[in-house]
């Protein structure tokens, strides 16, 4: 007996919404078994990991903070995928967009304005459009694989990054740590409730909405979708390819700009040598997971958020390595792509005689 | 099996009964029964959609029916894949090749083939095979310098290579010349002389009748008859297949005088990529109200031209394109469209349409900038685009399975008729179409020619390239053929004899370098 995949004749819609939700179902029992496997009672484990984070007001604060510069990211990322230009580097372009935005409160230290904290964003914003624009420069003139090149730049941005930090940029009166200047308070992004969410989160819930509408409603959301799936019928339709890569590689990287400032600006409130924990990374995971869809984005940002949460909690009430929630952040972007393949195939399951046992989902 | 059975030569060499092939509720093929003699030559005749290919992929293993059975010289056969198929002694060509560009004829050859690689041996036994059965091969030539025709040569001799007693050929002369196709046939007459049976699929009646000694007709997935085509006529063949009389053409009084629509003038553009096909002093004109056809074998840059006329294409073009007395040179193809043109190109999914789109979103796709009101304050509307989808659907009767479905899950007559109509429903005053009915049955064909003549008697210029040279005697006003990216002066139809056109097609016209050079 033999499983095959067979082509569907139309793409499954509820395939495309339940693959997801089986993903998720998938890494948590693989995950249960790797904590069996550790010694400890899966359920506990499984209960420590993914809900209890969600029960203290403190722990859901914390929950939005980290969901904000995922689901940012998240955003440019779907659109970019949307049209098949696989950006993978949204880690260096975070990198560079915190240390573009952070020349206002290191360089122009003084500057006190209401336009300074909007100038330290648009800065942010700028850089990481700016670094995007490497990649997607190479693929249109070289036709350099972006998936390389986006990538391979990551690098280059942190260590540029380690160099300020540790070189021209170091707080003088900072007793040698790596850490730039402490930012003022002006140079700080504003508080939203007493605690530590802030306007980034804010600014998250505006990319969604922003890109939900551009996405489904313009023709440019049109456009990037045709490029993505047809560039022949999208050079029919009237549209450049070249035109969509910049585009679409502009924005995300503006986004994971804009999420690297607000990094800084926000709970960080100086420079340090660990900008993001791989905020950059994990929002491909955020982006696949939400179906290239700014509101699935949204929740699938909330869920990823989860993992870094149960990671550390898993670390202080179990006793095991935070390490943890990258295990479960690469399973589940494993299993959401192999589930992806039901969506446009069917499992069948094949007797060695050849006749059809059962038709399967 | 005894070696006297698997070396007779008569009788039944396959029979299929009553098979069902279910593709969720829709039967693809509903209590299909068919059998085949040794030597037999049998066509397989339907509409886009009736069944055949769901059929013939069911006899070579490729699919595998709901229900029914399969007897191979009398024998109950599974057939769980191709290469089953391939062993009881079943050979496909397919209507689309799978050929490596890259590799030679031997080396492509040589993959398809069972057993340890000796490329000399195979080589020497290419060059006997295709000798004998008058398909001359090269075995060290490279597949990309080779047409379509020698292209398909490769597949029938891999197939030969394998003595099959049974050769399915899908439409095998829809990418054919006339004398390439007649040197087809010959080979199939040799092959069933020698007892192969061959199963032939086509649209062409008049090849089935010249070919075929029976033929089984389906419709909408069940057989509705069993005939000797050379008893039928191409009519009555045609009724069986569409179900009833087919929608004949109706004649056309050429209009004379008429403004100039689009005037080509001195237009070249050099090859793009390895197998591009340079465009070199492309002059011509057409006028309202009348249908120019270019002819011409695949190949010679039919697509490239269409490239440049729609404007998708507007880099390196040299010389001048008028649109209605506007200078469109360097205009792309959208300010095109804003000009009332309309365009169709030869590929249906994934350039006329966008294969995961529904039909309304692939409305939009040609539509979205030509004052429809899809697009209002920079909003796509869809209702508007599910409007035009189901006005288009209605009026050129475009078969489907729900109200808005994915453009890849209709079949490929019924798609053309949408891609056609989406731009008929805004009654260009310019239309340019590529390959208006490739791979489209009859009753759709018919349909599709009708649509067009009626756009040019309402006044508009229409071009048409293609390559079925019956298709542009039926509509055509004016015929020009294209060779090696030159294009022959357009003459009246009733002035080209299919002789001329034939010469033509062959590059009488091209001009040598050295002409080129005076002209300039």
Redesign the interface.
Known sequence: MKLILEKR???SKRMALLSPVLAIALTIATGAIIFAMQGLNPAKAIFVYFLEPLTSVWSIEELIVKAAPLVLIGVGLALCYQARVWNIGAEGQLTIGALAGSIIPILFNSWQSPLTLVTMLLLGMLGGAAYAAIPAFLKTRFNANEILTSLMLVYVAQYLADWLIRGPWRDPDGFNFPKSVTFEGWQLLPAIGNGRVHLGAGLAIAAVIIFAVIAS???KG?EI??IG??P??G????FSQKRTIYFTMLVSGALAGLAGICEIAGPSGQLQPAISPGYGFTAIIVAFLGRLNPVGVLFAGVLLAISYLGGEAAQISLGISAKISQVFQGMLLFFILACDALILYKIRF?SS????VKAGI | MSKDVNNSKTGTLLEVKNIVKMFGDLAANDDVSLSIEHGEIHALLGENGAGKSTLVKIIYGSLQPTSGEIFWRGRRVDIPNPSAARDLGIGMVFQHFSLFESLSVVENIALALPGKFDLKALAKRIIEVSRDYGLPLEPSALIADLSVGQRQRIEIVRCLLQEPQLLIMDEPTAVLTPQESEQLFKTLNRLASEGCAILYISHRLDEIQQLCDEATILRHGRVVANVDPKAETAKSLARLMVGSEVMTVSARKAKQDSARVMVVSDVSAPAIGQFGVALKNINLEVHAGEIVSIAGVAGNGQGELFEVLSGERTEYVSGTITLNGEDVTSRNIIQRRALDAAFVPEERLGHGAVPEFSLSENIVLTRHSTNDGILVGGMLNSGVSETIQNRVSSDLDVRKGEADPQASSLSGGNLQKFVVGRELDRTPKLLIINQPTWGVDAGAAARIHQALLDLADAGSAVLVISQDLDEIYAISDRIAVISRGQLSPACPADEMSLEQIGLLMAGAHEKTPAQMEMQS
């Open positions: 004749q139309q793409r409603k313009t023709l049109f979708r045709v799936s047809s022949r019928a050079s029919f339709s009237g094949i005689n050849g006749k059809t």
